[in-house]
Structure formats: structure tokens, C-alpha cells
């Protein structure tokens, strides 16, 4: 969490090199016109930028019906998703662009152009068909980052079928919870992917999961990714390369509404259970083509590389959707970026000319902890502009990724956004805005971002608050599947009219944005948003727990790390073996992701009066911190206890 008191001191600015401005694709004129074009008619300028951007089967009437928190933007709109992202191209100089370079960890490359790239999605959408996959099946997409994933994704839009994309760290457990919340029928995965030198067997990882519960799946369609041996249901598993490799390349594609959900993704809540957040078509369309194109300037010379995965929303919206709606060449790597040594990245940079980077202030820590020769050993002139995202950046960092990854040439973008959000919120426009390192520094033209006081007041300059979007926007999240309660609770219970994140920030004197982290009992773990609640569950579901708190502690490398505090069922001789199988646990029900930095058996936890188990005091000890406000607690002894134990 940034510090307030250090992020006060911080003075340095750098203004937009006026060369840079000269260029971009959004220039200090146009965003004053598009500021003012939103502030005066909201809907007109939504309208616009929607039938300017995007290729309508049959145009729309009504630009936003907003019932607080259902919205509908275009609704009488038809377009089909991937039709934005191919065919449109097949007319202009696009076509034989490349659209996806990709590079797997062993080092094999493999080059898509836009027309090969339409092929394949075609082959794959008939494929699908021919499964029987029908507009509105939830489609499950569980793979290594290879080009099928965007593939699959991009057939899985041409027909209607939302995709829900699980990342490939994900464990049997989490599978299974995932496609039986969406009711998903089919699968998609492959036999593996490799990670540092080994292979991840996600094959295996699916088949327990389908062993444990989903009794609905029909279908698993496998991609030979690493030829491991895998286990065969001749009635249900299908060989990627023995249907799509065979299946049309022509796919004559459907119009569906604007608001036809396009894709499911699971994200962490204060609850147990993850949550499926919906993006509709159009309003997603609209916002993460705008972005990409605002935000990054890209180019048609450009190649964009975002490290993310295409399992979190970054990898959706800046791998996929955004970048191949502009027409751009992204690099895809599938494998870890200290693989073989600690300069993979600087590496693909300099052989594929990269030019516009995009990572997370966790990987950049990475690099600096792994020491400035990696980098200075290659050549990254081609670079030309560097953003960040997940979790606030530390000043320290920005000015190490300004200085050597930047030579001090490039403008950084810091993007605060949320798999809610669908796209990028706040930020940088890196032709107009003077950037501050550690602030996301001002909302989007068009995106209506404040800090408010609990009673929804907006607070003055450096004052802390809720970090609230009053108006609803296109991209937003339209339901959380399955559970409009939780969507209503969770995002417009604090504030009946206001979005609210779950982020606390700040704006200082100048309007730039200070976010502070997540007020609620969210973890973010590298730039991943871990549920406390769920790494709980998964503790308590081990027999010798009787229960758990888990709270963050501020990380180095990670921006925060899980410390987990559990009482046990029986008396256990063996602690420390214990703790590794807790470990183990966690990791077996969750993922890696969520393996405990720090696991601390004790005799009792904090509690209020009313039997909440106070985490925030929890978080002070782990966290080595003088404990905050102590009067709700029942008893006092505990904590003292807890910090003997220490
Ligand atoms: C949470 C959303 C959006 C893609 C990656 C994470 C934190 C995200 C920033 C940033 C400070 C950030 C927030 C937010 N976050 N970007 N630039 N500065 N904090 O998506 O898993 O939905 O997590 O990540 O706390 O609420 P996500």
C-alpha cells in the first residue's frame, strides 16, 4: 500500500517531451475538445465515439438506459465482437500484417497474420459449432499462453458464446467452482504449457477437476502444446488438431445485440466465493479500443507487448481485444521472464523491436532486485513508451523503469483500472499529461472519477476517501453472473448511485489520483486480487484447522504478501511440518498464487464483541506495525498474546 506520507514528498514531474506530443494519437487540443464534448452532453459523446469507432450491423437508438446498477449502452445495436478485431482488417493494409508474434518459453516462434489469424478463429468457431457450442453456452478456456488461447477467445465472440478464461496457475478446485458457477458445458484446454523448464500438465489439473463435480461438461477440446501423456475419454475429450485443423476456414458471422454477454471472468471478492463478472459486447468494444489507442498511442508500426496473461483482464483487454480492434502487432510470450536467465524480456525486446511495453510494478521490482545488468546488456532502443498496472508503483520503481528500461525517453503510463472497469480508468495520456511516479494522475476523458467522504461528499485536495465513478460508463461490468445481489451489494450498496471500487485514494492539489489499496478484505498479490476470505475457506477445510485469519503484510517484491494466523483443531507435534502442509493446501485448493508467505499458529484470534475477527489488527502485527484503534475488541488480551507469539 503506497505510504501517504512518502507519496506526499514526492515532487518530481515530467512533462510530455513535445516531440512525443507532436505525434500522438491524442494531443492536448483533442482531449480538452473530448473533455468538453463529455461534460456537456454524456450520452451525444458516448454516441459518437460508438458509431465513429465501431462497424455496426444495425445501428442503435437508445445510447444508455441506466437503472442504477443495470445499465444498457446501445441497446438496440447489433456488431459482432470479432468482426471488429478481424475481418474489418481484411480490406485494408492490415491484412498481411502480422497480428500475433508469439514466442514460447522454449524459444519455438510462431507468426499469425491478420488473415491467417481470421482463418484460424474461423476454423475454430466451426469447430465449435460442430460440438455443438450455441450463442449464450459458456465456454471455458483453460490454457498455457499460446496463440490458440486468443483463438479460442476470439472464437468463442464470433459465436456468441461467452468465454470464461480461467488462468493456467489455477489448481483442480478452482476449475471445477469456476465452470460449475457458469454452468459451463464445454472445455478448452491443452496438454500442457511449459513454465521455468517444466511442464504445467493443465490437461490432468481439468480431469480432476471434471472427477470432483461438473456433471454438465460434454465436451473437453485439447490443444497438443507439450506432448506429455495425458488421460483419454474417448466420448468427451477431442483433439484440437483433429477438428480445428480440418474444420473451414469460412465463417460467415452473426450480428448479436450490444448487449449479449461476451465473457465471463472470475475475480476475487470479500467473500469466499469468486465471482463471475460480465462484460456485454459493444460498451467493451467501444472503451478498449479507444484506450488502447489513446493510452499506448499505438501506431500501425508499433509492436505492443503486455506481459500480462490472458486468464486475468489485462491479458482480455490489452492483449486481445484492444490491440487487434486497432489493427496492431502484439507479441505473446508464454513462459516466465527469467527464463532461461533474468533478461527473457530485454531480450524479446531487443530481437523483436519492441516498442510499446506494458507490465506490472511487481515484475519490474523483479528486475531491479535481479540487478541492472540483464538489461544493460541489450539494446532497447526501440522502445518508446512503458505503462503499469496492479497495484500502485512505488516512486523508486517508476524512476528505475523510467532510467533503465526508458532511458529517459519513454513516458510511462501507470493505469489504474479493475476487471470490473473492463478498461483502463485513470491515467496518463502520455501526449498530454505531466506524470508524477506513483500517481495514475487523471481519469479519461469521459470517465467520471471522485473522492468521496462515507456520506458520498467529494473531499478536498489530500484529503483520503472512496475512489468512486458517479456515472456509468460503457465498458462497466453489467451483472456478476448468476448473482445480481452480489453485483447491486458489492459495487452499489456503499453508494446507491456511485460505483464504488473498493480502492481508497487520494487527489492532491494538481487533480492527480493517489490510489491508497483496497479498503475491503481483498489481498493483491502481485497485481492479483486474492480473496481473504477464500484463502480462509481453504484453510478451514483442512482437518486439523480449527480457524483461520489471513491479512496482508506489506512485500518488497510482491506489494503484498499473505500472512495467515490459524488456530488448530488438535494438538499438532510437528509445527513446522504442519505449516508446509497448510502451505501445500492452500496452493492444491487455490493455486500458487495464493501460497501463504507466512502461516503463525495461535491460541485464539482478535474478535469484536460481536465475534468479527478484526483483521486490520491482525495486519498491524503481521505487518510489524503499532496496532490501530483497539476499543471494539473483546478481549484485549489476545492481542498481547498474539505479539508474545511473534
Ligand atoms: C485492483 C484491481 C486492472 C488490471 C489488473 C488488476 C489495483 C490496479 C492499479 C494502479 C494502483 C492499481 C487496485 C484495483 N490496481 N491498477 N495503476 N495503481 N492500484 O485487476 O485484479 O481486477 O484488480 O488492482 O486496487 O482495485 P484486478
Redesign the pocket.
Known sequence: MTNISSTLQETRRFKPDPSFAQQANLGPQLYQALKEEAAQDYEAYWARLARKELVWRKDFQTTLEWEAPFAKWFQEGELNMAEQCLDRHLNTATKHKAAIIWEGEPGEQRTLTYQQLHAKVAQCANALLEMGVKAGDVVTVYLPMIPELAIAVLACARIGAPHSVIFGGFAPNAIRDRVEDADSKFIITADGGWRRGSVIALKDNVDEALATGCPNVQNVLVVKRTNNAVKWTDERDIWWHDTVDSASTKHQAQAFNAEHPLFILY?SGTTGKPKGVVHATAGYALWTKLTTRWVFDLKPEDTYWCTADVG???GHSYIVYGPLQNGATIMMYEGAPNYPEPDRFWDIVERHQVTVFYTAPTAIRAFMKWGDDHVLKHDLSSLRLLG?????INPEAWIWYHELIGKERCPIV???????TGGIMISPLPGVTTTVPGS?TQPLPGIDAHIVSGEGEDVGPNQGGYLVIKKPWPSMLRNIYGNPERFKNGYYGRFENFYF???GARRDQDGNFW?M??IDDVI?VS???LGTMEIESALVSHPAVCEAAVVPRPDDLKGQAIVAFVTLEVEADDLESLKAELSDHVVQEIGALARPAEIRFTDSLPKTRSGKIMRRLLSDIASGREAGDTTTLEDASVLNKLRDED
Open positions: 475475480t486475468w483482464i489485462t503499469t498496472v496492479g497495484e500502485p501507470d493505469t489504474w483500472w479493475q476487471t470490473e495514475a471500487a473498493g480502492d490510489i489499496g483496497r493483491n497485481g492479483h486480487r
